[in-house]
T-cell receptor, first 114, second 112 residues
Framework: EAGVTQSPTHLIKTRGQQATLRCSPI?????VYWYQQALGLGLQFLLWYDEGEERNRGNFPPRFSGRQFPNYSSELNVNALELEDSALYLCASSLPGQGNQPQHFGDGTRLSIL | SQQGEEDPQALSIQEGENATMNCSYKTSINNLQWYRQNSGRGLVHLILIRSNEREKHSGRLRVTLDTSKKSSSLLITASRAADTASYFCATDDETSYDKVIFGPGTSLSVIP
């Protein structure tokens, strides 16, 4: 069974640019989550999608947005990039029922803002 | 606001010793999960324990849950160098399944 895949592995941008990160969940998983992990810090919840809908959102500005496609894959878009957006962005997927189900993580996209 | 918080922040032990990490949380929960993260990688799910359970085992891992104290512990027995990683607890909220909140993690170093 293929795990959660994220692309690209690394992404280098400059301030003010826009970044798009992609995630393919495990087959059969309908829920996709996005987290930001800044260096040395824990995971900060960004977004939760299920069945194509945004179900919940963390305490991040609107320039962080995303969507989930009919095949349950997902994109995270970050507009007007700032230096503090440099972080590892992790995607996870699960069966429906967020708190009840283990989340399966990809290895992340490391976003570096110059 | 922080729901779960691991203790200690960092732990260094010799190979073969046991490692214990604790997680405290603030509000009542339905479930608590433990995850491991190797450096630069994604998280790997270890164990999910429900609020009506007190203890669960998985191989060398033992997780306990004390809902009266709002705390959980993860015990790794006979540690190996490969257990070197960060360990996170994740809790939901009793009132909804809407969010799973991860604690800041415990960094475990197992010295060969």
């Amino acid at each position: 069974e293929a795990g959660v895949t994220q692309s690209p592995t690394h992404l280098i941008k400059t301030r003010g640019q826009q970044a798009t990160l992609r995630c393919s969940p495990i087959s059969g998983h309908t829920s996709v989550y996005w987290y930001q992990q800044a260096l040395g810090l824990g995971l900060q919840f960004l977004l939760w999608y299920d069945e194509g809908e945004e179900r919940n959102r963390g305490n991040f500005p609107p320039r962080f947005s995303g969507r989930q496609f009919p095949n349950y894959s997902s994109e995270l878009n970050v507009n007007a990039l700032e230096l503090e957006d440099s972080a590892l962005y992790l995607c996870a997927s699960s069966l429906p029922g967020q708190g009840n189900q283990p989340q399966h993580f990809g290895d992340g996209t490391r976003l570096s803002i110059l | 606001s922080q729901q779960g918080e691991e203790d200690p922040q960092a732990l260094s032990i010799q190979e073969g010793e046991n490692a214990t990490m604790n997680c405290s949380y603030k509000t009542s929960i339905n479930n608590l999960q433990w995850y491991r993260q190797n450096s630069g990688r994604g998280l790997v799910h270890l164990i999910l324990i429900r609020s009506n359970e007190r203890e669960k085992h998985s191989g060398r891992l033992r997780v306990t849950l004390d809902t009266s104290k709002k705390s959980s512990s993860l015990l790794i027995t006979a540690s190996r160098a490969a257990d070197t990683a960060s360990y996170f607890c994740a809790t939901d909220d009793e009132t909804s399944y809407d969010k799973v909140i991860f604690g800041p993690g415990t960094s475990l170093s197992v010295i060969p």
